[in-house]
């Protein structure tokens, strides 16, 4: 699917102060959807940065329609940032939509937004949030692992050293030195940077990694809320993640401890999307569609919500 510019067709909705969501409105309608896939980005993504969302809302039924928040964390602002900032934001995009939505509101997570949906349905005061009737995981990718296989394995250690005693002496939302520039010219505080790259296996972003024990993927995919099932889509041609890294087993074993735990995930269409790239953007129009499938029919798999 080669990139093209143009127009978005959409509403503006904003559900705090400073923060918007774009709902996209391809089709027209005679009456607006009432159920909503809220698509959640990766570290300095935006709106439309990410290409396939744009596929999604073209396919979807009139029934439902997706949108795309704006968090604080979007763009540059990831850095300084935390998944507890993003889920408290998207807990009040998820309300503001409840109410003026009756049907089921999903949450897709791309990347690093894949920690957001497990952070929401898992993390400290989950039960406290905004109820969501589903997750789905696209490119569910280990900051950790990505960063130890493209980074020099000195300046890996380092810079968690300096982060480390950036934290010890008070200094947690400190920026790291300019020496560091890992990503580019955004500026990351030492508290995010050892949660992204988690030298102890045990930073807040640290959901995915393959290495991580049975009890720590216990407390994640095993305790995930029976009301809201979860799909898993690893991308086959990940550039971001390590080629010695069994996917499909990798997946066999996340749903092993969300069934152990007595959660919900669809099987079927937990998948490794074979020749997709990490955000599919410029990759073939039948592996778009491919993940675009399976993301319909999770969310037509959904069970009908309860008469009232």
């Known amino acids: 699917m080669a990139f093209s510019t143009g127009p978005s067709k ?16 391809p089709h027209a309608a005679s009456t607006p959807s009432q159920n909503l896939l809220i698509f959640i980005g990766g570290l300095s993504d935006g709106l439309l940065t990410v290409e396939y969302p744009t596929a999604i809302a073209s396919s979807l039924p009139s029934t439902w329609s997706l949108a795309q928040p704006i968090l604080s964390s979007s763009y540059a602002g990831w ?6 900032q993003d889920v408290k934001e998207l807990s009040k995009c998820v309300s503001y939509f409840r109410g003026i939505k009756t ?22 005061h989950h039960e406290t949030r905004a109820p969501i009737d589903g997750g789905i995981l696209q490119a569910p990718v280990s900051d950790r692992e990505a960063l130890v296989v493209a980074l020099d394995p000195k300046v890996y250690d380092e810079s968690c050293k300096v982060a480390q005693e950036m934290v010890d002496t008070g200094r947690q939302e400190d920026i790291m030195p ?3 520039k890992i990503f580019g010219s955004t500026p990351i505080c030492a508290r995010r940077w050892l949660s992204l790259a988690s030298p102890n296996h045990d930073g807040d972003d640290d959901y995915f990694s393959s290495d991580l024990s049975d009890e720590q993927f216990m407390k994640s995919f095993g305790s995930l809320p029976t009301k809201s099932p979860l799909c898993i889509l690893f991308s086959g041609s990940d550039e971001h993640m390590p080629k ?13 401890f969300v069934k152990r735990g007595g959660g919900k995930v669809d099987e079927e269409n937990s998948v490794v999307v074979e020749d997709a790239t990490h955000n599919l953007n410029g990759d073939r ?8 499938k399976r993301i319909l029919d999770f969310l037509a798999a959904l069970p009908p919500l309860p008469k009232i």
């Open 10 to 25: 959409g509403i503006a909705h904003k559900f705090t102060a400073r923060l918007t969501a774009l709902e996209h409105t």
């Open 79 to 84: 850095g300084t940032s935390s998944l507890q």
């Open 103 to 124: 049907g089921r509101i999903v949450l897709l997570g791309h990347s690093t937004g894949c920690q957001d949906v497990m952070e929401y349905l898992v993390g400290p």
């Open 178 to 180: 300019s020496k560091f």
């Open 244 to 256: 010695t890294i069994d996917k499909a087993g990798l997946i066999a074993k996340w749903i092993g």
């Open 285 to 292: 129009e039948e592996v778009v569609s491919n993940l675009v």
